[in-house]
């Protein structure tokens, strides 16, 4: 079974991002957090094969947290989303650990492929 961890300060973007993996992943397990303490201490506390944040939230936002979490866990893999323009934000999410980064406005075309892309590259967990 698949483990996700999604974090998203807006009620309605969480809820979005959590119907598309859940369409595209019927039996993952998937967590949710509402700011950047709350996702590092979920993705410290559990193993998931995969974190997905937003770039902005408050008490730092992803960045700040995919930080912390690789300092603890290297090989973590995680997606920074954000409407904020690739071009711009991309290669600051890489260089501070992300695996990818996906703006939100193409997140229902391209979040489920991400994910199947980078777990298939780690393993063969995707039912």
């Known amino acids: 079974m698949i483990r996700m961890l999604v974090a998203d300060d807006h009620p309605v973007v969480r809820q979005r991002l959590k119907e598309l993996l859940l369409d595209g992943f019927p039996s993952a397990h998937l967590e949710l957090a509402v700011d950047t303490a709350s996702l590092i201490e979920h993705a410290l506390s559990e193993e ?8 902005v939230m408050p008490g730092g936002g992803g960045l700040h ?25 991309a290669s600051h999410a890489i260089n501070a650990g992300a695996t990818a980064f996906l703006n939100k406005n193409n997140a229902d075309n391209e979040l489920v492929g991400m994910v199947e892309q980078l777990l298939s590259q780690v393993s063969n967990k995707i039912d």
């Open 65 to 89: 947290a995919i930080k912390k979490i690789k300092e603890i866990k290297p090989s973590q893999l995680s997606i920074i989303i954000s409407i904020y323009p690739d071009e711009q934000y």
């Open 48 to 55: 998931w094969d995969i974190i997905i944040s937003d770039l």
